[in-house]
């Protein structure tokens, strides 16, 4: 049987300062939820991986050097714990994410982070085309709304949950899958 990791994907300043401005969101306490699931997993040998996303321009919130690209309390590496970054919705499609899992005969992930509707769920969908088992707690995954389209939060969260669990991952909450490890 392959090895478990935790996946944290974009927990990043920029989620923090969504949250702060008030804007609308799924599980505002996501970043709780992963630092427990982060400390289990360290505690029990399981890795804990980490993407973040990068963009080129220098206006962007996730530019490199600016304060919303910074990591989250939640989602700081410890030495050892492999970083990615990504500059692609997808953890998987401009990173060496698959070939680093696999090297490490890893099978299982535990996939949590932000945004829920968009890297969240390229993460998920890509790691099962891929072959992994994909565990989603809903608790650990941060979603917010669209304004502009018309859609909120619970909506958006709704139907990605439906659409991910009918086909791509295993929902759970994070108690259940720290009980499991």
Do not use: W
Not at 23 to 34: E, F, G, L, S, T
Not at 88 to 117: E, N, P, Q
Request: glycine share 8%.
């Amino acid at each position: 049987m392959g090895k478990t990791a935790l996946l944290i994907i974009d927990m990043q300043m920029e989620m923090q300062a969504r949250l702060d401005e008030g804007r609308a969101a799924v599980n505002p306490d996501a970043a709780a939820a992963i630092a427990r699931l982060a400390a289990a997993c360290r505690t029990t040998g399981r890795a804990v991986v980490h993407v973040r996303h990068h963009d080129a321009d220098a206006g962007s919130p996730f530019y490199p050097a600016a304060p919303g690209a910074q990591p989250m309390p939640c989602a700081e590496a410890l030495p050892g714990e492999a970083v990615f970054y990504k500059s692609t919705s997808s953890a998987f499609a401009s990173t060496d994410l698959a070939a680093h899992l696999r090297a490490a005969g890893i099978t299982r992930l535990i996939v949590t982070g932000a945004v829920l509707g968009f890297c969240v769920t390229s993460a998920v969908r890509a790691a099962a085309d891929l072959g992994f088992e994909v565990i989603l707690p809903r608790d650990a995954c941060l979603g917010f709304d669209l304004p502009m389209m018309g859609l909120s939060a619970e909506e958006i969260a709704a139907v990605t949950f439906g659409v991910l669990g009918a086909d791509f991952a295993t929902l759970s909450r994070s108690e259940a899958v720290i009980a499991g490890l």
